[in-house]
T-cell receptor, first 117, second 111 residues
């Protein structure tokens, strides 16, 4: 079946540094990818929609200058957390639909756990 | 997206069937009913989805009420590996939209 892979699985960084998380669709092309974050004991919250070849669409309250999203190819989207701070520590998850219809299933990456010291 | 209502938590004995309910009284005619689950420290995993008719796959069964205002995910024999948070989500078939997650139901399985 379709697979979505994230890298890294976990990362620890110092406050003020930037961290890049990659999301790849391994056996299908994804014109759209979705980025979520999840704080402990909470549900997934949609951050942004990544569109290949165009600007990402951010949800209300998500700073687009802090969470840079690039979807340069049909199999790769990246999320860069710029100038990370401890409050950015979270579980970041990407998702990609293999089709263009809402009738199909979505595939999720394994998640990337970011810890900012 | 229309909202869904699920119990916060449920408990099941191992090897017993589990029925996880979901209410979606404001569902529209173009909404598919999706179920995903999330094991600890992992991304969500697709379980099953349907529109009007009951659906079966290797993981579970989905029973959809005739008026589509509720559905039930059925795990036929719960195992310890089924302990997870189960999310019932409505998704419009007409567009490539993201899943909007509620709080889900935390299923505990007792050996």
């Amino acid at each position: 079946g379709a697979v979505v892979s994230q890298h890294p699985s976990w990362v620890i960084c110092k406050s003020g540094t930037s961290v890049k998380i990659e999301c790849r669709s391994l056996d299908f092309q994804a014109t759209t990818m979705f980025w979520y974050r999840q704080f402990p004991k909470q549900s997934l919250m949609l951050m942004a929609t990544s569109n290949e070849g165009s600007k990402a669409t951010y949800e209300q309250g998500v700073e687009k200058d802090k969470f840079l999203i690039n979807h340069a190819s049909l199999t790769l989207s990246t999320l860069t957390v710029t100038s990370a701070h401890p409050e950015d520590s979270s579980f970041y998850i990407c998702s990609a639909p293999p089709g263009t219809s809402g009738a199909g299933e979505l595939f999720f990456g394994e998640g990337s756990r970011l810890t900012v010291l | 997206d229309a909202k869904t209502t699920q119990p916060n938590s449920m408990e099941s004995n191992e090897e017993e069937p589990v029925h996880l309910p979901c209410n979606h009284s404001t569902i529209s005619g173009t909404d598919y009913i999706h179920w995903y689950r999330q094991l600890p420290s992992q991304g969500p995993e697709y379980v099953i989805h349907g529109l009007t008719s009951n659906v079966n796959n290797r993981m579970a069964s989905l029973a959809i009420a005739e008026d589509r205002k509720s559905s039930t995910l059925i795990l036929h024999r719960a195992t310890l590996r089924d302990a997870a948070v189960y999310y019932c989500i409505l998704r419009d078939f007409s567009g490539n939209t993201p899943l909007v997650f509620g709080k889900g139901t935390r299923l505990s399985v007792i050996a």
